[in-house]
């Protein structure tokens, strides 16, 4: 029995409903009625050649889902452990080339290979690379969230930037970029993915010119 719905695991005993009954527990006889078997095969998790469980249905240029078997924009590779220098350089790339959903990847990897002094920045610049994606994506109220999140991560760092993060100008432009989703929204929905689907920077609705994440040298 279990008494939070929302968990596919009983609290009690650990059982995952998912993978058939408990041990020792009565089964009915005869096979299980053919819906059930394709509803237990539709909860399989997808995993990536390592066996992490990873989704594996194709993305769009934004990082949105499509249906399986369409041809999708490849993800950035999962677990890349980078140096600082290097995270910042190939984020600000992606951010460049109009994929912040990849970029937020990269950082999302420097954020959990950090060390616990760093890790709320890095954190922080992923949710930015998020909630541009959402703006991207036409979620203009989601993006501006998200942007405003990722600001309250990096304040703390401003008077003292590591790896020459432009803490001041990334906050700075995440709070003017927010206000200006918010009063030009188009409100909490996503427009439809598709394979190459993104919104060019800068026009009304999309993503903003990609902001520099390294003052000047």
Same mark, same amino acid.
């Given at each position: 029995?279990?008494?939070?719905?929302?968990?596919?695991?009983?609290?009690?005993?650990?059982?995952?409903?998912?993978?058939?009954?408990?041990?020792?527990?009565?089964?009915?006889?005869?096979?299980?009625?053919?819906t059930a078997r394709a509803r237990a095969g539709s909860r399989r998790r997808d995993r990536d050649p390592e066996g992490k469980a990873r989704?594996?249905?194709?993305?769009?240029?934004?990082?949105?889902?499509?249906?399986?078997?369409?041809?999708?924009?490849?993800?950035?590779?999962?677990?890349?452990?980078?140096?600082?220098?290097?995270?910042?350089?190939?984020?600000?790339?992606?951010?460049?080339? =109009?994929?912040?959903?990849? #970029?937020?990847?990269?950082?999302?990897? /420097?954020?959990? !290979?950090?060390?616990? *002094?760093? @890790? $709320?920045?890095?954190?922080?610049?992923?949710?930015?690379?998020?909630?541009?994606?959402?703006?991207?994506?036409?979620?203009?109220?989601?993006?501006?969230?998200?942007?405003?999140?990722?600001?309250?991560?990096?304040?703390?760092?401003?008077?003292?930037?590591?790896?020459?993060?432009?803490?001041?100008?990334?906050?700075?432009?995440?709070?003017?970029?927010?206000?200006?989703?918010?009063?030009?929204?188009?409100? =909490?929905?996503?427009?439809? #993915?598709?394979?190459?689907?993104?919104? /060019?920077?800068? !026009?009304?609705?999309? *993503?903003? @010119? $990609?902001?520099?994440?390294?003052?000047?040298?």
């Amino acid at each position: 029995m279990r008494e939070d719905p929302s968990r596919a695991e009983c609290e009690h005993c650990g059982h995952d409903s998912r993978t058939g009954p408990p041990a020792g527990a009565a089964t009915p006889a005869g096979p299980p009625p053919e819906t059930a078997r394709a509803r237990a095969g539709s909860r399989r998790r997808d995993r990536d050649p390592e066996g992490k469980a990873r989704n594996a249905r194709p993305r769009d240029g934004l990082g949105r889902p499509l249906p399986y078997g369409q041809e999708g924009v490849a993800r950035q590779p999962e677990g890349v452990v980078r140096t600082p220098a290097r995270s910042l350089e190939e984020a600000q790339r992606l951010l460049d080339e =109009g994929m912040p959903f990849h #970029a937020h990847e990269v950082l999302e990897d /420097a954020w959990k !290979t950090a060390p616990e *002094a760093e @890790a $709320a920045l890095w954190k922080g610049l992923a949710q930015l690379a998020v909630g541009i994606t959402h703006l991207a994506r036409g979620n203009a109220r989601g993006g501006a969230r998200l942007l405003l999140r990722g600001t309250g991560g990096i304040e703390p760092y401003r008077s003292r930037p590591p790896h020459g993060i432009d803490v001041a100008g990334l906050a700075d432009w995440a709070r003017t970029t927010a206000d200006a989703a918010e009063e030009a929204g188009t409100g =909490g929905k996503e427009q439809p #993915a598709t394979r190459n689907s993104q919104t /060019a920077p800068g !026009t009304p609705g999309g *993503a903003p @010119a $990609a902001p520099r994440l390294r003052g000047p040298a």
